[in-house]
């Protein structure tokens, strides 16, 4: 799965750490977010895109690879 998470924290300019103590995560939850190697739960979802002011499919790309059966 591809985020534009890096990408629209910087448009916001927002750290890395500004944003996980905005959304109540550490660091190393942006982190990984960011490289697409964490999948968060709906609601952290949710609030990411709120954030951002974007949806949820905005956000996470969905590259045809994952299983969703």
Do not use: W
């Not at 890096?6 to 905005?22: A, F």
């Not at 995560?25 to 609601?43: A, D, H, W």
């Not at 951002?52 to 905005?58: L, R, S």
């Amino acid at each position: 799965m591809k985020t534009l998470i890096r990408e629209k924290r910087k448009e916001l300019d927002v750290t890395q750490e500004e944003l996980s103590q905005k959304l109540k995560v550490s660091r190393q939850t942006i982190i990984s977010l960011e490289k697409g190697k964490y999948k968060p739960s709906l609601i952290l979802a949710h609030k990411l895109a709120q954030t951002f002011g974007c949806t949820i499919e905005e956000l996470f790309i969905f590259e045809g690879d994952e299983n969703i059966e």
